[in-house]
């Protein structure tokens, strides 16, 4: 894919992520994939991503910066929501919260092979009063 598809591809990813349209992440992440190193299928990434939107109704992500080498994309991206449920460890109190998060990822044959992302829970964490 070229940096133009590789870029359409993430940032149509991020308008299905922001949708909470997780049953489509078909379109973007293989059926088997690694994550952190890990062996992992889409179904655990569309069930991680689906426990973090029940306890974070509103969670977003905005992409801020993106880079590509090869098949390689690199991303920074704004995280923001107000949990309704403990998330991080913290009980709700209506406070919101805005993290930075780096993500890597791996792309063949149109779809995610390898994701990684990395985000400051700590400050998350005492944002929301935790």
Partial sequence: MTYAELREFYEDYITVLN???????????????????????????VAALTAQVDAVPDLKWRLDDFRVSGHEVAARLTNTGTPVKEWLGVAPTGASFEVTEYALYRVRDGRFINMTNLQDSDAARQQLGG
């Fill in 19 to 45: 949708a909470h349209e997780f049953h489509r992440l078909d379109e973007f992440v293989a059926e088997k994939l690694t994550h952190f190193g890990d062996a992992v299928t889409r179904d655990q990434v």
